[in-house]
Every structure is written in structure tokens, then in C-alpha cells.
């Protein structure tokens, strides 16, 4: 188990609530950013996705309802590298 803490991401999920669409769902108030006052995630918006054990990854947010999130993760690959 690798110690991810030192990565930033906007929100956190549960790497095993991952499903077939790559769909998760994320609590503002669960994550590094339930202090942050400006902090407020709308659908279209990319994010960056973790929870201390996995590699941080991008998602782009489809729905948002208050404190809930819904992100679409995206998986790695060189043709989604952001330069």
C-alpha cells in the first residue's frame, strides 16, 4: 500500500465503488475541500479524484446535488495526457 497523502485532489471516493460506466460518487464534506468556501464543483467541470492509496485521478463532473458529486473518472492513457 502506497502512502498518496502528499498528492492533492479535490475530492475523495472509494476506489471500490467504481463501477462499469467509471461513475463515482463523492461528498463534498468527506473531502480536502469541505473548508474550502469557493470550492463548487458543476457538471461539465474536470476534477481530480482520490483517497490516499491510489494514484489521484482526473473526472469530469455529471451531476451535482448540494454535497454530492457524481464524477465520471478518466482512465490514464498518453492520449488523454494533459501537457
Same mark, same amino acid.
Given at each position: 500500500? %502506497?502512502?498518496?497523502? @502528499?498528492k492533492?485532489?479535490? $475530492? *475523495?471516493? &472509494?476506489?471500490? @465503488?467504481? !463501477?462499469?460506466? $467509471?461513475?463515482v460518487?463523492?461528498?463534498i464534506?468527506?473531502?480536502?475541500r469541505?473548508?474550502?468556501?469557493?470550492? &463548487?464543483?458543476?457538471? !461539465?467541470? *474536470? $476534477?481530480?479524484? !482520490? &483517497? &490516499?492509496? %491510489?494514484?489521484?485521478i482526473? !473526472?469530469? %463532473?455529471i451531476?451535482?446535488?448540494?454535497?454530492?458529486?457524481?464524477?465520471?473518472?478518466? $482512465?490514464?492513457?498518453?492520449?488523454?495526457? %494533459?501537457?
Amino acid at each position: 500500500m %502506497v502512502n498518496m497523502a @502528499s498528492k492533492a485532489y479535490d $475530492l *475523495w471516493f &472509494d476506489p471500490n @465503488s467504481v !463501477g462499469g460506466d $467509471l461513475v463515482v460518487e463523492c461528498w463534498i464534506s468527506h473531502g480536502p475541500r469541505k473548508d474550502d468556501t469557493v470550492f &463548487d464543483p458543476q457538471p !461539465g467541470d *474536470w $476534477l481530480i479524484a !482520490g &483517497d &490516499d492509496d %491510489v494514484e489521484p485521478i482526473r !473526472g469530469r %463532473v455529471i451531476r451535482r446535488e448540494e454535497n454530492r458529486v457524481w464524477l465520471q473518472l478518466q $482512465l490514464p492513457s498518453t492520449a488523454n495526457a %494533459v501537457a
